[in-house]
């Protein structure tokens, strides 16, 4: 069985003093559970106050939102595997939608992005998601392929053993229209098809596919009711303790 996945993605939001008080708010409320792992994946400038907050040996783990490929040199502005990890980060969120969109992001980086983050042991959870125009026109199934493919290319099963994908349909995300539960249930499937016929069915089988876009305390009982759902990746409702708890709440007896 595989164990539930819960990431919350604060994107451009709290700076480190708020990363603090919300820690803080959040850890005053929750407790580990064995049936789902949680991931925060505050902005860089939040990441060290993060980890001195969480303590050394916390059952939430910190993740980055982005890394660059190359381990250092000269890239203005850029945050490089190493320097993730030596501030504790055990995951980070790779080719997000808003990255691919507003940064030009493409698989081929993506892919580097992908391998360099396995090279220094984080743990990369790539995102991949269709438009509503491609929904539309019926291309959802090919674009997150091609995603996956690009993304994924040359890694091994052992490489796959550490990478977690996020179902993000764009039209989704923080527009308050989650997928339903079928319409995600319906792309994990071939998600998971895809890696088995890449790899093979133990790969496909073991690997954790999150679901991401407009996730809220209200939908994300019937999301993880499907056993085809390991997870959510959260944005909005992931910055108010509350709401945060209650979707960690649901994810912690789901799978019992
Ligand atoms: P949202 O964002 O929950 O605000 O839709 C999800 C994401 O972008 O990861």
């Known amino acids: 069985m595989r164990r539930l996945l819960i990431v919350g993605n604060w994107k451009m939001n709290k700076t480190a003093s708020e990363a603090v008080a919300f820690i803080r708010a959040f850890q005053e409320r929750m ?19 993060a980890r001195n907050t969480l303590g050394p040996s916390s059952w939430i783990s910190l993740g ?7 381990t250092k040199g ?8 190493p320097m993730l990890r ?21 698989d081929e980086n993506i892919q580097k992005k992908v391998l360099a983050s396995l090279r220094h042991g984080l743990s990369p959870i790539l995102c991949v998601g269709e438009s509503m125009a491609e929904r539309e026109a019926g291309q959802t199934e090919s ?10 290319a040359g890694l091994t099963k052992q490489d796959l053993a550490t990478v977690t994908i996020a179902y993000e349909p764009i039209w989704a995300i923080g ?8 319409q995600a249930v319906a792309v994990h499937r071939s998600i998971r098809l895809f890696i088995e016929t890449s790899w093979d069915s133990k790969t496909a089988s073991a690997i954790r596919i999150l679901y991401g876009g407009s996730v809220t305390p209200k939908n994300i009982e019937s999301l993880l009711a499907s056993d085809a759902i390991d997870g959510a ?18 994810a912690q007896i789901q799978r019992v």
Not at 74 to 81: I, L
Not at 233 to 250: D, K, M, R, W
Request: negative net charge; aromatic residues 8%; contains cysteine.
């Open 64 to 70: 980055a939102q982005d890394v660059h490929w190359e």
């Open 143 to 152: 674009v997150v392929t091609a995603q996956l493919s690009g993304g994924l």
């Open 86 to 106: 030596e501030l504790g980060c055990r995951y980070v969120i790779v080719g997000h939608s808003e990255r691919r969109t507003f940064f030009g992001e493409r």
């Open 31 to 49: 407790s580990a559970s064995p049936h789902a792992e949680v991931v925060i994946a505050p902005p860089f400038t939040a990441l060290e106050s």
């Open 175 to 182: 527009t308050g229209q989650s997928a339903t539960t079928e």
């Open 233 to 250: 990746l959260v944005g909005g409702a992931c910055l108010i303790p509350e709401s945060f708890v209650t979707i960690i709440l649901f």
């Open 74 to 81: 000269a890239f203005t502005g850029e945050v490089s595997a």
